[in-house]
């Protein structure tokens, strides 16, 4: 097995469309709606093995809208809705149990 890296995401199905890589590790929350779009070009094999945090960005210097942007992700976790857009895109291993702040709940 010959391990090659690629300049991310498009070369690396670049790669894969054009026979130069046989196979490919590609981001869980990309892969999903990328192979949506490709009428499921590509074959996904296992589970994610590696989940990578994300979040939004504010300014630190205004706490009150950070608090009010976590008052609305948990709003929308709480109703369903949250779990239903996750479902929706095919990124329920991606999904956050809680919104947070800087990792704290």
Known sequence: MDIVGTDGSPDTRLQ???G???AAVQGAETI????????NRYAIVGT???VQQMG???DKQDPQFGDALKKALAALVSDGTYQKLVSKWGLNDSAI?????NGQP
Not at 32 to 39: A, K, P, T
């Open 32 to 39: 999903v709606y990328q192979n949506s779009i490709e009428n």
């Open 56 to 58: 939004l960005g504010f």
């Open 20 to 22: 130069r890589a046989d």
């Open 16 to 18: 894969l469309n054009q």
């Open 48 to 50: 994610p093995f590696m």
């Open 97 to 101: 149990r809680q919104p947070m702040i």
